[in-house]
């Protein structure tokens, strides 16, 4: 069993920073990591994802270039690098564990482990 808990939501205005970070509690150490992210009204959607071992990062296109996603397994953490905020981006963010090998690691509907989310809004 693996429980997440995500921090470092916030509001911030458009062209700014902001940092998530996911904690894991439970073995991940071989867990494909993933963020997402769900605007009211709106299907969640896949924002950047790492395979085991911080390997193969994958970006959704709205966010390649100013995210960047990292983990640290000394500290089974999840991290998200937001930079660069747009309006857009204003939604609850998800971080997300599987250990099921997947060919996209995007799809939400592969992954069993999520956490309770972290609001981000980016004001214009």
């Known amino acids: 069993q693996v429980q997440l808990v995500e921090s470092g939501g916030g509001s911030v205005q458009a062209g700014g920073s902001l940092r998530l970070s996911c904690v894991a509690f439970?073995?991940?150490?071989?867990?494909?990591w993933a963020w997402f992210r769900q605007a009211p009204g709106k299907e969640r959607e896949g924002v950047a994802a790492?395979?085991?071992?911080?390997?193969?990062?994958a970006y959704a296109d709205s966010v390649k270039g100013r995210f960047t996603i990292s983990q640290d397994n000394n500290k089974n953490a999840l991290y998200l690098q937001m930079n660069s905020l747009k309006p857009e981006d204003t939604a609850m963010y998800y971080c997300?564990?599987?250990?099921?090998?997947?060919?996209?690691?995007?799809?939400?509907?592969?992954?069993?482990?999520w956490g309770q989310g972290t609001q981000v809004t980016v004001s214009s």
């Open positions: 997300a564990a599987t250990f099921t090998i997947l060919r996209d690691t995007l799809d939400p509907g592969r992954y069993k482990y």
């Open positions: 439970g073995y991940t150490y071989t867990a494909t």
């Open positions: 790492i395979r085991p071992g911080g390997a193969f990062p």
